[in-house]
């Protein structure tokens, strides 16, 4: 069965830095995968998602994510942090016909 | 504009007084599916539809009930709430991909829901 765990339900870092945010995935198939965003009092939205063509990913607001099936992971990333970035992120993983949400991260940015 | 929409957005109820959340999506996908959202769980699906008049269970479907009789509305339906249900409940919509999977979900503005 598919499934995601994202590693660490908080992170916190300064304006202008790198953010990391790490999603691991499990599938029997190759897998579809998605990283959304929840700014507060709102709902999702798509960031990115990799459905087996590249292996680098690139999303809106200069997020990116890398697919490495050796590590099964797909991790989302941007180069300089932003106050507007604070939000909830979720990766996710398509089986067949669901959509397996990890816990998500909350992502806070510091002046 | 493409949307997803829901009603109410905000709600606060009795135990046992049966409520509707309704769902619009006017981008004639055929699949549609409810979540909630609680602290530390992330999202988890309720229900879910792939085309009008078929439906199936999510990973929480106690307690919930929903329909599909037209290809854009899809309405979550609290028999009897019960304080368990108090969360914050949104509505998605999708597209299949040429494999037949769920393609990228538009998800709803959310529904805060609080059981007395």
């Known amino acids: 069965a598919q499934s995601v765990t994202q590693l660490g339900s908080h992170v916190s870092v300064s304006e202008g830095a790198l953010v990391l945010l790490r999603c691991n995935y499990s599938s029997s198939v190759p897998p579809y995968l998605f990283w959304y965003v929840q700014y507060p009092n709102q709902g999702l939205q798509l960031l990115l998602k990799?459905?087996?063509?590249?292996?680098l990913v690139k999303g809106i607001n200069d997020f990116e994510a890398e697919f490495k099936k050796s590590e099964t992971s797909f991790h989302l990333t941007k180069p300089s942090a932003h106050m507007s970035d604070a939000a909830e992120y979720f990766c996710a993983v398509v089986n067949t016909d669901k959509l397996i949400f990890g816990t998500g991260t909350r992502l806070q940015v510091f002046p | 504009e493409a949307q997803v929409t829901q009603n109410p957005r905000y709600l606060i109820t009795v135990t046992g007084k049966k409520l509707t959340v309704t769902c619009s999506q006017n981008m004639n996908h055929e699949y549609m599916s409810w979540y909630r959202q609680d602290p530390g769980l992330g999202l988890r699906q309720i229900y879910y539809?792939?085309?009008?008049?078929?439906?199936d269970k999510g990973d929480v479907p106690e307690g919930y009930k929903v329909s599909r009789k037209e290809k854009r509305n899809f309405p979550l339906i609290l028999e009897s709430p019960s304080p368990n249900q108090t969360s914050l409940y949104f509505c998605?919509?999708?597209?299949?991909?040429?494999?037949?999977?769920?393609?990228?979900?538009?998800f709803g503005p959310g529904t805060r829901l609080t059981v007395l």
């Open positions: 990799y459905t087996s063509a590249a292996t």
């Open positions: 539809s792939m085309n009008v008049e078929v439906t």
């Open positions: 998605a919509s999708s597209l299949f991909t040429s494999g037949g999977r769920t393609d990228t979900q538009y």
